[in-house]
């Protein structure tokens, strides 16, 4: 009940494209959805987060979109750019330990 | 704002030797602190918790006696690896949040790699 589910586990993806990673949770004490970006050897940098009451966060390149009822949310990349290229996670923080929960990351590689 | 470091970034030692982990938050004072150790390909994986003043809390199947937190400040936590092992050799990172903004997000430290020989 924990876990946060995450796929694709690698995605490659063209200059330009969309890339879409996808995460979803069961537990219903979670209240806060972050996005995280990590670059080899670099600690992980917030991307983006979104909490259960709003149903889609866009800021510049990146959107979320949620879906409460199917318990489900998705990172997508419009515009892909070769900087891209990370390993992107999704989280889910449970309100009643303050703890985030990870999912298990999706390693992108954008080619020009 | 909301600055976290770590110091060292990288260090190796000698198997059966201690090494310490500084976090520090640098703009802020931090209600909580976390920590985390990350294998090669692999995800997070919370390690403990730590409040100023109070013991961590660790996970389960997380040593406290080989791994030690102090945090002795809302400005700085440490992570001790009480002699070390090949197998400790991992990515620590840390987070903290922020006091005073409840929104639960965490600002993650550049993480120590640690490499015991």
């Known amino acids: 009940q924990q876990q946060v589910k995450q796929s694709p586990q690698s995605l490659i993806v063209q200059k330009g494209g969309i890339s879409i990673i996808n995460c979803a949770y069961e537990n219903t004490a979670f209240d806060y959805f972050p996005w995280y970006q990590q670059f080899p050897g670099k600690g992980p940098a917030l991307l983006i987060a979104i909490r259960p009451d709003v149903s889609e966060k866009k800021e510049g390149r990146f959107t979320i979109s949620f879906n409460k009822s199917a318990k489900q949310f998705s990172l997508h990349i419009m515009d892909s750019q070769p900087g891209d290229s990370a390993t992107y996670f999704c989280?889910?923080?449970?309100?009643?330990?303050?703890?985030?929960?990870f999912g298990t990351g999706t390693r992108l590689q954008v080619f020009p | 704002g909301a600055v976290v470091s770590q110091h060292p970034s990288r260090v190796i030692c000698k198997s059966g030797t201690s090494v310490k982990i500084e976090c520090r938050s640098l703009?802020?004072?931090?209600?909580?602190m976390f920590w985390y150790r990350q294998f090669p390909k692999q995800s997070l994986m919370l390690m403990a918790t730590s409040n100023e003043g109070s013991k961590a809390t660790y996970e389960q199947g997380v040593e406290k006696d080989k791994f030690l937190i102090n945090h002795a400040s809302l400005t700085l936590s440490t992570l001790t690896v009480t002699s070390a092992h090949p197998e400790d050799s991992s990515f620590y990172i840390c987070?903290?949040?922020?006091?005073?903004?409840?929104?639960?997000?965490?600002?993650f430290g550049p993480g120590t790699r640690l490499t015991v020989l």
């Open positions: 703009d802020f004072q931090a209600t909580t």
């Open positions: 987070s903290a949040t922020m006091r005073d903004r409840g929104t639960g997000e965490q600002f």
């Open positions: 989280a889910a923080r449970d309100y009643n330990t303050d703890k985030l929960i």
